[in-house]
T-cell receptor, first 112, second 111 residues
Framework: GENVEQHPSTLSVQEGDSAVIKCTYS??????FPWYKQELGKRPQLIID?????GEKKDQRIAVTLNKTAKHFSLHITETQPEDSAVYFC???????????FGAGTTVTVRA | EAGVAQSPRYKIIEKRQSVAFWCNPI?????LYWYQQILGQGPKLLIQ????????DSQLPKDRFSAERLKGVDSTLKIQPAKLEDSAVYLC?????????FGPGTRLTVT
């Protein structure tokens, strides 16, 4: 099955700085990579996703990059704000069975 | 549009008791998922339905967990008997295409 590893497990940044979270996956059949944000006690919410035919995607202060050859993808948050503090999960979905496998999560804390 | 609904939001039971969770997906979403999220970990898929048929239940502990999705809409997840290690948040999600929408979850505490 698919194995998704996520690093770091915790990340503390100064407000205004950038945050980067990296994930690797094992199954070359995975072709869809979403990122979810989960605030304390709330449901995971999709913030950005990328398909395997694209190398990079941006949405305002958030960007995701994908390296299919190396089987890794990253989330970049620029100009961080206190409301960016949350747990972020990466995931990978296999093209054959659409099963979504999640990373263990990164707790991001933005210091004011 | 209305989101994925789940109930109850919280449940505390003793080990060896049984418990059931309910999920109402977003209208029109054919695919429904149940995830288990243990504190400090990412969600782990327990079972996936396409309409009222099971697509994947490979990680469902079938000796104690069961799930059904009658009529291809609402779904229930049952645990019987519960163990201490079942303490977790149980998330339901639904999708129409690739994006999954999550419900608020049910936080289960087994004492």
């Amino acid at each position: 099955g698919e194995n998704v590893e996520q690093h770091p497990s915790t990340l503390s940044v100064q407000e205004g700085d950038s945050a980067v979270i990296k994930c690797t996956y094992s199954d070359s059949a995975s072709n869809y990579f979403p990122w979810y944000k989960q605030e304390l006690g709330k449901r995971p919410q999709l913030i950005i996703d990328i398909r395997s035919n694209v190398g990079e995607k941006k949405d305002q202060r958030i960007a995701v990059t994908l390296n299919k050859t190396a089987k890794h993808f990253s989330l970049h948050i620029t100009e961080t704000q206190p409301e960016d503090s949350a747990v972020y999960f990466c995931a990978a979905r296999r093209s054959n069975d659409y099963k979504l496998s999640f990373g263990a999560g990164t707790t991001v804390t933005v210091r004011a | 549009e209305a989101g994925v609904a789940q109930s109850p939001r919280y449940k505390i039971i003793e080990k060896r008791q049984s418990v059931a969770f309910w999920c109402n997906p977003i209208s029109g979403h054919a695919t429904l998922y149940w995830y288990q999220q243990i504190l400090g970990q990412g969600p782990k898929l327990l079972i996936q339905f396409q309409n009222n048929g099971v697509v994947d239940d490979s990680q469902l502990p079938k000796d104690r967990f069961s799930a059904e999705r009658l009529k291809g809409v609402d779904s229930t997840l049952k645990i019987q008997p519960a163990k201490l290690e079942d303490s977790a948040v149980y998330l339901c999600a639904s999708s129409f295409s690739h994006e999954q929408y999550f419900g608020p979850g049910t936080r289960l505490t087994v004492t």
